[in-house]
Nanobody, 115 residues
Framework: QVQLVESGGGLVQAGGSLRLSCAAS????????MGWFRQAPGKQREFVAR????????NYADSVKGRFTISRDNAKNTVYLQMNSLKPDDTAVYYC????????WGQGTQVTVSS
């Protein structure tokens, strides 16, 4: 099993920045990929960004390219999502996921961007 705990959400004005963290514990060896997803009220959960655990290869949703950066610190078993130039449309609950694929999920952290 892998446990994932997100932190760093909050309220920010449009144009501002936030950094989310996702700390992994447990069977870390199971992790091949880590990703961030988000779910806005009334909408389906959507992919935001991913990073491979070993090679550090990254991918982003088109909606966040150039604004968000995913990174990892293997020594701390932590993945980060640096979010810049935030927009009201970025308001959502952000979830960390990982594992061999996206097998394990955190509890989510709320990000609210005011206009």
């Amino acid at each position: 099993q892998v446990q994932l705990v997100e932190s760093g959400g909050g309220l920010v004005q449009a144009g501002g920045s936030l950094r989310l963290s996702c700390a992994a514990s447990g069977s870390i060896f199971r992790i091949n990929v880590m990703g961030w997803f988000r779910q806005a009220p009334g909408k389906q959960r959507e992919f935001v960004a991913r990073i491979t655990w070993n090679g550090g290869s990254t991918n982003y949703a088109d909606s966040v390219k150039g604004r968000f950066t995913i990174s990892r610190d293997n020594a701390k078993n932590t993945v980060y999502l640096q979010m810049n130039s935030l927009k009201p449309d970025d308001t959502a609950v952000y979830y960390c996921s990982g594992g061999p694929s996206y097998d394990y999920w955190g509890q989510g952290t709320q990000v609210t961007v005011s206009s």
